[in-house]
C-alpha cells in the first residue's frame, strides 16, 4: 500500500516551516522521525497535501545542560541519543529508562523527542486500515459522533501511549514552542489537552523546539515502568513514571508519580505527592500510593488487552517505579 | 505526476532518480534500483524484513521517504559481499543454518552487521536487542543467535 | 551413519546462500515487462448478498486495464473433496466474511489500481451473521450455505471400544472444557502472485505448498486443461499449513491476467496476509480422560467443535487430526471423538500442526492433573501409556518406528527434570508434553511422487521432482538423498522441482510428506539411474553390476576401490553410446486405500509416525501474570536425520510455533460485526528475539522402513509437544490448570486471583 501523494516542502528555517506551517492550516504536517507517523499516512489517518522535510528541523538536535543547571534536549533528538547520553543517565535516568521501552532499536535510531511527546492518541478501533475503518460509521476522532469502544461513550478517550511524557511530567519539564509569531515555554502538563481527538495544544504553525528539565539534585531518584505483553515492540499498555527526591534524613521532599498509556493525556496522582512528601518510604505507605494510582486510572476497553487489566497493573507498576527508584536503579 | 529529482547513495553508488515525493525508501531499493533483496513484509515498521543500513545503523526503509535520506550513505543487503565472497555475517548465518524460508534473513542480516560493526564482542542479550526489530517465524531465533554469537566470541547459553 | 557418506552430514543447506545474498527472489519480486498491478475490492460485511456491481466508472479512469468481478468467472465452486466444494474463488451471489473478495482491478500502477477500488459501486443487502461455532450450530442460526443445514462443515465421530464402560470402571476420571481462539500463521512473506495467460496457457508464480495440487483447480476455475497450467519455481518465504491450498488471490491475478492480456501482479498486504488466506481454527475441547491405579489410561472422550471459518477448506483433514496424533502419542483402547467443524463468518481456516490446540494441550495438562491425583511422576505416567513399534490403534492404524519413550528419557534428561520437577522455587514451573505426527498421507485426491534424475555430460546429475520448498529445506533435502544414492558430492547435483510443466506430480509440502514421500520418490529415481550407470560401467570394467558400488564420484567392485572409474567418465560413456540416463522412480503412501476422513476413519492412515517430547520451564510474574520462558527443551525421533542441521532447525521451528507462539502468546479478536481488530504485528503478539530462549534440540533415530535411509520427518512432532510442555510448566509454576489458550498475562492472573479466591473461601 503506497502513501497518498505529497509534495514534499524544504524550508531553510524553522520560521520557514512555521510559515509553511500556518498557511497549510492542517494540511502541511511535520514528519519528525515519522517512525509513528508514516504508519498514519500509510493508513490514511492523515492526508496532508505537502510534508516538510526535517532538514530545517535538524538543528534541534542536541541534549546539553541549560545555564541554570538543568537540561535542555532539542526536539529531534532521537530516542537512541536519549537512552544513551551520560547527561540523562546522571539525574534523569527515569527518562533514560523510559527511552529504553520504547519499539526496538531501529526505531529508537530514528523516532524523536518531539516525535514521542506529539504522538497522536491511539484506540484499536481507530489504529485500523483505510477498508477497515470504513466499515462503521466514523467515530469522534474521525469526525463522526460515535465511539466503537464504549458503548454510548459521548467522548473520544484514545489513549495516549507515549512512554517518554510520563517520565518528562515527573521530572517537571517544560516544553518550548515555537510559532509563527514568536515562542512560549509551557509546562509539559499544558502541552496535553485531555482530548483524545485532539491531544496537544500545537495549532497550525507552531512546532515544538525543545524540552526543558529544571535541574536534578544529587539525591533525586527515578523510575519507569511499563506494561507491555512482549519484551519490545509494544507500546504502553500503562506507563508508570516516578520522580523522589529524598533529604538527608531519607525523608521524602519531593514525589511526582504520572500515569501513562491509561487516558489521552499523561496523568499525574497528586495525591501520591501528598502522601509521599514528609514520609520515609514503608510497605503500607506504597500500599496507599499505589491504591491513589489506581483510583486515578480509568482506562477503557480501547486497547488489545482487557481495561480491568490495565487497571490493576498501575497499582502494581506504581510499586515496583517506586521501589527501582528508591533501589538507586533509577 | 509531480516528481522531484533525488540523489540517492546505495552501496556505494551515486543514484540519480526522478521520483514522487511520497515514495518510501523501500520502495526506490526494490522498484526503481531493482534492489529486490530488501523485503516488504508489513509497512508499518513492525517485522523489519525491511532493513537497511542508513551511516551502518540499521533502519527500517519502510518508514523513511526517500527524498529524506539524500546525503546519507545507505547499504542494502546487495552490499554486504564482495563479488562471490560472502560478507561474515553472511557466512556465519549459512554455516550456522541461521537461515531457513530467508525472508527475514536479509533485515537480519543488517541488523546483525550493524551490531557488530558497532560493538564486536556482544554478549548474547545485547545480541537479542539488536534483533528483536527482526520477526522470523522458521528459526526460533536459536541459530540466528548462535551465528551471530560465533561471531562475537562470547558464549551462548543453553 | 558411517555406512553413508552423504546423507546424515551436517552441512550447510544448498539454498542458503542465494537467500542471504539477496538474490533469491519470492513471487513478489519478479516482473515481466508490460505488467500491471493488481488490486482486490473486498466485502465490508461479514455476510451480504451481492446485489449489483457496477464498474462502469472505474473501467474509464485512465490507466485501468481490467477489472473482474464473480461475474468473469465460470460458475465453479472448488473444495479440497468432492463433498466440500463451496467455494466459489471470486464469490457471485454472496459474501461470507468481512475481507472476502468481490472484485479485482489490474491497471498500469498501484495507485491506480487503488484509485479504481473506490470507483467501484456494490451494492450490498447485509445478512445476519454469526460469528461464534457454537452459535452457529444452534437451531435459527443464520444459514452460511444453502446446502450445509445447521452450518455443519464436517462432522468426524470415531467411536471405538467401550468408552462409557471404561470410563465408569476408571480409578480417576479428569474432566474439563478448554477454549482458545484464532491463530495466524504469519507466514513472513505476504502473499504475492505474479500470472501470466497468453495463448499458451497460464504461468503463475506464487508461495504454495503444493503446485501440482494449484494446477488442477486453477484449470478448473478457468476452464482450461491442466497441461496448460504452469505453476512454476519461486522462492518461498513460509508457509506453516496456511499455503497449501489453491488461493483466490491466484485465480484472480490469472483472470485479470487474462482479460487484459498482460502479465499481472498482485501483492497482498500484511493486513490481507491476516485475513485473506488462511487462519487457524478456534476451538473448544471438551474432554474426559480415565486412568487406573496404575496410570494406565483407559478411555478419552473428547469432543471438539472447531470454527471453521466461511469455507470448508481442508476442514475433514483439521478436524480429525487431533483424535489421530492423539491415539498414535497413548496407547488406550476406548477412544471415543467427535469433532464439529462449524461454518460462521469468519475468515476460513487450514491446516495447522497444532490445532486445535485444546484438544493436544488439553489432554496434556489433564495427564499432568491425574498424575498428581496419583502421586506419580508426569514423566512415569507417561512412558507407561507411550506407544511401540507394532502397536495398533483403536481406528487400526500400526505404529512402525517408533522411539517415543526415548525421546521422553532424553528430554527429561537435557531438562533436568528429575532434579527440577518439585524442587523449583515458587513462581517457577516445569512441564512435559509429548506429540506424535503422521508423515505422509493420501489427502484424499493424490498422495504419491514422483522424480527423474537424470545425468550429464560433466558427470553430474540432475534431480527433477514436483516437491517444493516453502523454506524448510527440500531442495537441499532431495539433494543430499540423491547424491548419497548416486555416489556423488551435494554440489554435483542440480535440482529442478515444483514447476509442473515439466516435474513429475507430486503430493505437496504439508502432510509431513516431503522426506517420506518425495525424499522417497528421489531415492528410488537415483537407484534405477546408478543401476544404469552401473551397466554402463561393468561392461567398461567387465564386472557384474551387482558387484559394482558408486560412491564418491567412484564406481568400483566391493572391496576394490583401487581400481574405480570416475562417475563422470561413465556417463559421458554412457552418452556417446547414445544413452541417455534417466531414472524414474515414485513412491506411494502405503496406508489403507479404503480409510477417509469422514465416511470410513478406520485402517492404516499413513505410512510414518514420528515421535517427540517437549520440555518447557517458566518462570511467572505472579503480579502481572506475565510468564517468561526460561528453558525450552525438545527432542525428536525423526527416524534418521538426513541433515541433522536441517533437522534441529524444524524442531526449533516447531518448539516456537507451538510454545511461545501457540500457548502463550498469539490469538485474533474480533469486532461485534466480524472484523479482525488485531490483522498486524503490533497487536497480534508475533514473539520476538528478547521472548525466548534458545531452543535445545535433541534428534532421535529409529530407522524407519518406508522412509528414505530411515528418514520420516523434521520435527514437527515438537509443534504438538511444546503446547504440552509450556502449558504444563505454567500448571507447575501456578498450581492452577489454564482451561484458555493461550496463557496470556491477562489469563494467568484471573487465575491466580480465583486460586486465591477459592483458597480464602476454604479457610
Known amino acids: ?330 | 505526476m509531480n516528481k522531484i529529482p533525488v540523489s540517492l547513495n546505495v552501496n556505494g553508488r551515486e543514484e540519480n532518480l526522478e521520483i514522487p515525493p511520497h515514495k518510501t525508501l523501500l520502495e526506490v531499493i526494490r522498484d526503481d534500483l531493482n534492489l529486490t533483496g530488501t523485503k516488504c513484509g508489513c509497512e508499518d515498521g513492525t517485522c523489519g524484513t525491511c532493513t537497511v543500513l542508513l551511516d551502518g545503523a540499521a533502519v527500517r526503509s519502510c518508514l523513511l521517504l526517500a527524498a529524506e535520506v539524500q546525503g546519507h550513505e545507505i547499504v542494502t543487503i546487495e552490499g554486504l559481499a564482495d563479488g562471490e565472497r560472502l560478507h561474515p555475517v553472511q557466512q556465519a548465518i549459512v554455516n550456522h543454518g541461521g537461515v531457513q524460508c530467508g525472508f527475514c534473513t536479509p533485515g537480519m542480516i543488517l541488523s546483525a552487521k550493524a551490531l557488530l560493526d558497532k560493538q564486536p564482542s556482544p554478549t548474547e542479550s545485547v545480541v537479542r536487542q539488536a534483533i528483536s526489530g527482526n520477526l522470523c517465524r522458521c528459526t526460533g531465533y536459536t541459530k540466528i543467535v548462535e551465528s551471530i554469537m560465533a561471531l562475537s566470541g562470547q558464549p551462548v547459553s543453553s | 551413519m558411517s555406512e553413508y557418506s552423504v546423507v546424515g552430514k551436517r552441512i550447510p543447506r544448498t539454498d542458503s546462500v542465494p537467500r542471504v545474498t539477496g538474490e533469491a527472489k519470492y513471487s513478489a519480486d519478479l516482473s515481466l515487462p508490460g505488467m500491471l498491478y493488481a488490486k482486490v475490492l473486498r466485502s465490508p460485511y461479514a455476510h451480504a448478498k451481492i446485489l449489483n456491481i457496477d464498474t462502469s466508472k472505474a473501467e474509464r479512469l485512465p490507466g485501468v486495464r481490467a477489472i473482474i468481478t464473480g461475474k468473469d468467472a465460470i460458475p465453479y465452486k472448488w473444495g479440497v473433496f468432492a463433498y466440500t466444494r463451496d467455494m466459489q474463488l471470486l464469490p457471485s451471489d454472496k459474501v461470507r466474511y468481512f475481507g472476502e473478495e468481490v472484485a479485482a482491478v489490474a491497471a498500469i500502477d498501484e495507485d491506480i489500481a487503488r484509485e479504481a477500488l473506490d470507483l467501484i459501486q456494490v451494492d450490498f443487502e447485509p445478512l445476519p451473521w454469526v460469528l461464534d461455532a457454537e452459535e452457529a450450530l444452534l437451531e435459527g442460526a443464520p444459514q452460511i450455505h444453502q446446502d450445509k443445514p445447521g452450518n455443519i462443515s464436517v462432522r468426524i465421530f470415531v467411536d471405538e471400544g467401550e468408552v462409557d464402560r471404561a470410563l465408569e470402571e476408571s480409578y480417576l476420571v479428569q474432566e474439563d472444557r478448554f477454549s482458545s481462539p484464532e491463530e495466524n500463521y504469519c507466514q513472513l512473506e505476504p502473499y504475492a502472485v505474479l500470472a501470466n495467460f497468453d495463448s499458451t496457457g497460464l504461468d503463475i508464480w506464487c508461495p504454495n505448498a503444493g503446485p501440482h495440487m494449484k494446477a488442477r483447480p486453477l484449470s478448473n476455475a478457468l476452464g482450461i486443461p491442466t497441461s496448460e497450467v504452469r505453476v512454476r519455481k519461486i522462492t518461498i518465504g513460509g508457509h506453516g499449513g496456511g499455503r497449501s491450498e489453491v488461493s483466490p488471490a491466484d485465480f484472480m491475478a490469472a483472470l485479470l491476467s487474462r482479460k487484459a492480456r498482460r502479465p499481472v501482479k498482485l501483492v497482498y498486504t500484511r493486513e490481507e496476509n491476516f485475513n485473506c488466506v488462511r487462519q487457524v481454527h478456534a476451538a473448544t475441547t471438551h474432554s474426559r480422560v480415565g486412568v487406573d491405579r496404575e496410570g494406565r489410561i483407559t478411555a478419552v472422550d473428547m469432543k471438539v467443535i472447531m470454527d471453521g471459518g466461511a469455507y470448508a477448506s481442508t476442514g475433514p483433514i483439521a478436524a480429525s487430526v487431533a483424535y489421530i496424533m492423539i491415539e498414535e502419542a497413548y496407547k488406550f483402547a476406548n477412544f471415543r471423538y467427535e469433532a464439529i467443524r462449524a461454518y460462521t463468518n469468519k475468515p476460513p481456516r487450514g491446516m495447522y500442526p497444532h490445532h486445535p490446540r485444546t484438544a493436544y494441550g488439553g489432554l496434556e495438562l489433564q495427564l499432568d492433573v491425574l498424575a498428581e491425583k496419583l502421586g506419580m511422576d508426569p514423566l512415569e505416567l507417561r512412558i507407561k501409556n507411550a506407544v511401540y513399534e507394532g502397536y495398533v490403534t483403536p481406528t487400526k492404524t500400526v505404529i512402525t518406528s517408533c522411539a517415543e519413550v526415548e525421546t521422553m528419557i532424553k528430554a527429561a534428561e537435557k531438562a533436568g527434570w528429575k532434579e527440577k520437577r518439585g524442587a523449583l522455587p515458587p513462581g517457577r514451573g516445569i512441564g512435559m508434553g509429548v506429540g506424535s505426527v503422521i508423515s505422509g498421507f493420501p489427502m484424499g485426491i493424490r498422495g504419491g511422487s514422483g522424480a527423474f534424475v537424470r545425468f550429464n555430460e560433466d558427470g553430474d546429475a540432475t534431480v527433477i521432482s514436483g516437491v517444493v520448498d516453502n523454506g524448510q529445506g527440500n531442495d537441499s533435502m532431495i539433494a543430499q538423498i540423491a547424491a548419497e544414492e548416486l555416489g556423488l558430492s551435494v554440489d554435483k547435483i542440480k535440482v529442478v522441482t515444483a514447476d509442473t510443466s515439466m516435474t513429475p506430480a507430486d503430493q505437496g509440502a504439508y502432510s509431513q510428506a516431503s522426506t517420506v514421500m518425495s525424499g522417497g520418490a528421489v531415492k528410488a529415481a537415483a537407484a534405477d539411474a546408478k543401476n544404469q550407470l552401473l551397466q554402463v560401467a561393468a561392461e567398461m570394467l567387465e564386472a557384474n553390476p551387482k558387484d559394482l558400488v558408486a560412491r564418491d564420484g567412484r564406481i568400483y567392485a566391493k572391496g576394490s576401490p583401487d581400481r574405480f572409474l570416475d562417475i563422470a567418465k561413465v556417463a559421458r560413456t554412457a552418452l556417446s553410446r547414445d544413452h541417455a540416463i534417466l531414472g524414474r522412480g515414485d513412491r506411494w503412501p502405503s496406508a489403507d486405500a479404503k480409510r477417509e476422513w469422514v465416511k470410513n476413519p478406520r485402517g492404516q492412515v499413513a505410512s510414518a509416525f514420528s515421535f517427540g517430547t517437549a520440555v518447557a520451564e517458566v518462570e511467572v510474574d505472579r503480579e502481572t501474570g506475565r510468564v517468561k520462558l526460561l528453558n525450552m527443551v525438545a527432542a525428536h525421533d525423526c527416524g534418521y536425520p538426513i541433515n541433522p542441521l536441517a533437522v534441529e532447525q524444524q524442531i526449533q521451528r516447531s518448539a516456537l510455533e507451538a510454545g511461545p507462539e501457540g500457548t502463550l502468546l498469539e490469538k485474533h479478536a474480533w469486532t461485534a460485526n466480524g472484523q479482525n481488530l488485531n490483522a498486524n504485528f503490533l497487536d497480534y503478539w508475533f514473539p520476538l528475539s528478547t521472548d525466548v530462549p534458545n531452543i535445545d534440540p535433541i534428534i532421535v533415530t529409529s530407522n524407519d522402513p518406508f522412509g528414505p535411509f530411515g528418514a520420516k520427518e523434521g520435527g514437527l512432532s515438537i509443534s504438538v509437544a511444546m503446547v504440552g510442555a509450556v502449558a504444563n510448566a505454567v500448571q507447575n509454576a501456578i498450581g492452577v490448570t489454564p482451561k484458555q489458550l493461550p496463557i496470556t498475562p491477562e489469563v494467568v492472573l484471573r487465575l491466580l486471583e480465583e486460586k486465591e479466591k477459592q483458597s480464602e473461601a476454604k479457610s
Not at chain 1, 511526582?256 to 496523568?267: E, I, K
Not at chain 1, 505527592?273 to 506504597?286: A, I, N, P, R, W
Request: charged share 20%; proline share 5%; aromatic share 6%.
Open chain 1, 1 to 330: 500500500m503506497q502513501l497518498p501523494r505529497f509534495d514534499f516542502l524544504q524550508p531553510r528555517s524553522l520560521q520557514e516551516a512555521c510559515s509553511i506551517l500556518r498557511e497549510g492550516n492542517g494540511k502541511v504536517s511535520v514528519l519528525a522521525g515519522g517512525t509513528a507517523f508514516m504508519v498514519a499516512l500509510r493508513s490514511r489517518l492523515h492526508t496532508p497535501s505537502a510534508v516538510i522535510s526535517t532538514k530545517a528541523l535538524s538543528e534541534l538536535s542536541y541534549i546539553r545542560e541549560a545555564s541554570d543547571g538543568g537540561l535542555v534536549i532539542g526536539a529531534m533528538t532521537t530516542l537512541e541519543a536519549l537512552e544513551n547520553s551520560p547527561l540523562v543517565a546522571n539525574g534523569y535516568a527515569v527518562l533514560g529508562q523510559a527511552a529504553r521501552f520504547v519499539g526496538v532499536p531501529p526505531i529508537r535510531h530514528v523516532a524523536t523527542v518531539g516525535g514521542n511527546l506529539c504522538l497522536d492518541t491511539r484506540c484499536i478501533f481507530y489504529n485500523q486500515s483505510e477498508f477497515w475503518r470504513k466499515a462503521r460509521p466514523d467515530c469522534f476522532k474521525l469526525g463522526g459522533d460515535v465511539c466503537h469502544a464504549i458503548d454510548k461513550g459521548r467522548r473520544c478517550l484514545a489513549v495516549y501511549q507515549g512512554d517518554l511524557a510520563p517520565a518528562l511530567v515527573a521530572l517537571g519539564a517544560r516544553v518550548r514552542i515555537v510559532g509563527v509569531s514568536g515562542e512560549k515555554v509551557i509546562p509539559l502538563t499544558q502541552f496535553y489537552t485531555g482530548n483524545g481527538e485532539k491531544p496537544n495544544v500545537l495549532e497550525p504553525g507552531d512546532i515544538l523546539a525543545e524540552v526543558q528539565i529544571p535541574p536534578s539534585s544529587g539525591n533525586t531518584w527515578g523510575g519507569y515502568e511499563k506494561l507491555r505483553v512482549r519484551e519490545g515492540m509494544d507500546f504502553p499498555l500503562a506507563g508508570v513514571a516516578v520522580s523522589i527526591k529524598t533529604n538527608a534524613n531519607g525523608a521524602i521532599d519531593q514525589a511526582r508519580l504520572v500515569l501513562g498509556a491509561v487516558a489521552p493525556s499523561p496523568l499525574e496522582v497528586p495525591e501520591a505527592t501528598e502522601l509521599l512528601v514528609g514520609q520515609k518510604l514503608t510497605d503500607s505507605l506504597l500500599e496507599s500510593v499505589a491504591q491513589k494510582a489506581y483510583d486515578r486510572a480509568r482506562p477503557v476497553a480501547n486497547l488489545a488487552v482487557d481495561a480491568s487489566y490495565r487497571r490493576k497493573m498501575v497499582r502494581v507498576l506504581v510499586k515496583r517505579a517506586i521501589g527501582r527508584a528508591v533501589s538507586g536503579n533509577g
